[in-house]
């Protein structure tokens, strides 16, 4: 499937999406997350793909929204750009393949949520993260409010949407929301190195794991733990981890292909 607004590669068990439109700092429009949640689909869907690694092409990850596009929209319209920024994003977020945020610039209003539903973010040193919504008379439309929240405390998310200012690739790293602050230059290295820890270990049990935190992190902690038994327990049906802990025994690494 051919995109203008994204660019899909494969580079063994790690697929690549970057966000297309550096004229315009990669600014979204409806078109563009929608080509970025087929990207998607496809690598969920993609057997030899363990990882995705999302980036921006140019200076920026994500500068925003594209506001030409907003500023002609009505409420209903709003309404729908807010359910399909959602819909992708959520998608993101749960689909059982982790997912990588390499920040490469400008991770401001739909850029900054767009880093937020991938699992882990590593940073640029010249990053910047915002919701500068406000500054517009608008509020954050794709889970801004919601995710922001949940990464760094409702206290410091509220500054940051309140005044609409960024904070740059340390305090972001500083207040947890990011993983990880790189050189520039070595941005896709380390973000394609953790890529590789990840493809080392079960990959079975990675999708579990994705999964159950997802399911437990907005349940009681009794209802939490209860999904982790669940999960823990199934898995000991699964060759692969038959193979995980026969290698450990045998003093090997695992042949997680092995059936």
Known sequence: MSFEYVIVEKDGPIGLI????????????????VELE??????????????????GEGKAFVSGSDISRLAEMDSMAAREYSRIGHRVL??????EKPVIAAVNGFALGSGCELAMACDLRIASEKAKFG?????????????GTQRL????????AKEMIFTGEMVDAAEALRIGLVNKVVAP????????????????????A???????????????????????????????????AKEGMKAFLEKRKPNWDKK
Do not use: C, W
């Not at 230059?185 to 079975?204: F, H, Q, S, W, Y």
């Open 131 to 143: 919701q500068p919504e406000v500054k517009l008379g608008l509020i954050p439309g794709h889970a």
């Open 185 to 204: 230059e070595t941005l896709m290295d380390e973000a394609r190195n953790l890529a590789k820890k990840i493809i080392d270990v079960g990959p079975t």
């Open 90 to 95: 959520s998608f993101i977020e749960n689909m």
């Open 149 to 156: 929240a949940r990464l760094v405390g409702v206290a410091k």
């Open 38 to 55: 087929q990207a998607m689909h496809g690598f969920e869907s993609d057997e030899d793909i363990r990882v995705v690694i999302v980036i």
């Open 18 to 33: 970057k966000i297309n439109r550096p004229d315009v700092y990669n600014a979204v429009n409806v078109e563009a997350i």
């Open 206 to 240: 990675v999708k579990v794991a994705k999964t159950v935190i997802n399911r437990g992190i907005d349940a009681n902690l009794t209802t939490a733990n209860a999904i982790e038994t669940e999960a823990f327990s199934i898995l000991f049906s699964h060759e692969e």
